[in-house]
Antibody, heavy 126, light 110 residues
Framework: QIYLVQSASEMRKPGASVTVSCKVFGYLFTNYGVTWVRQAPGRGLEWMGWISAKNDDSKYAQKFQGRVSLTTDTSTRTAYMELRSLTSDDTAVYFC???????????????????WGQGTMVAVSS | QSVLTQTPSVSGTPGQRVSISCSGTASNIGDHTVHWFQQLPGRAPQLLVYVDDQRPAGVSDRFSGSKSGTSASLAISGLQSADEADYYCATWDAKLDGWVFGGGTKLTVL
């Protein structure tokens, strides 16, 4: 059985950075990719980016370019999402999702959303 | 303002069939596969349908997805109280070069 366990909730002040981890159990980590999605309170889902655990290929949402970094550590089967220069608008629950790379259309190959972590709340407040 | 348009809410009675729509454009739904997610209150999203109309193992066949042109739909038959949740569609957008989600549809079982 595949499951993902994320790190605990975090509180940060504006301007700070936060790193959320996502440990993967139950499958060969390097065969898959990890996608990060966030959800502000009472709002919908927002895609942030994905990273391949096989070769570290990655793609970021234009909105987060330059402010987010996705990494993986294959020795610990863990994916990381670092978000910098935080503002109150970054207050949200951050989810990781893992799955095999899959065709999604012309010139589109991205991790599927098969399995999700439980979410990590990040609160940004002065 | 979400790139994909979903009706904010839909309701039905137990046993009824409801449909949730997701409208996009040629650069997203028109040319890419659509996924649907169910998010129960206070929980992480769960993949319900992938590649337009495929169900992951363990997902009830009461849930079915379809796509036509630049729109997609999720149908839920034999409605149950346990189906009360938020439902999101998602697809790749070639212009934005990334995944986009619908704004979500809240399903209420009366």
């Amino acid at each position: 059985q595949i499951y993902l366990v994320q790190s605990a909730s975090e509180m940060r002040k504006p301007g700070a950075s936060v790193t959320v981890s996502c440990k993967v159990f139950g499958y060969l980590f390097t065969n898959y990719g990890v996608t990060w999605v966030r959800q502000a309170p009472g709002r919908g889902l927002e895609w942030m980016g994905w990273i391949s655990a096989k070769n570290d290929d990655s793609k970021y949402a234009q909105k987060f370019q330059g402010r987010v970094s996705l990494t993986t550590d294959t020795s610990t089967r863990t994916a990381y999402m670092e978000l910098r220069s935080l503002t109150s608008d970054d207050t949200a629950v951050y989810f990781c999702a893992a799955g095999a790379m899959a065709y999604c259309g012309p010139s589109c190959l991205a991790p599927s959303f098969d399995n999700w972590g439980q979410g990590t709340m990040v609160a940004v407040s002065s | 303002q979400s790139v994909l348009t979903q009706t904010p809410s839909v309701s039905g009675t137990p046993g009824q069939r409801v449909s949730i729509s997701c409208s996009g454009t040629a650069s997203n739904i028109g040319d890419h596969t659509v996924h649907w997610f169910q998010q129960l209150p206070g929980r992480a999203p769960q993949l319900l349908v992938y590649v337009d109309d495929q169900r992951p193992a363990g997902v009830s066949d009461r849930f079915s997805g379809s796509k036509s042109g630049t729109s997609a739909s999720l149908a839920i038959s034999g409605l149950q109280s346990a189906d009360e949740a938020d439902y999101y569609c998602a697809t790749w957008d070639a212009k934005l070069d990334g995944w986009v989600f619908g704004g979500g549809t809240k399903l209420t079982v009366l």
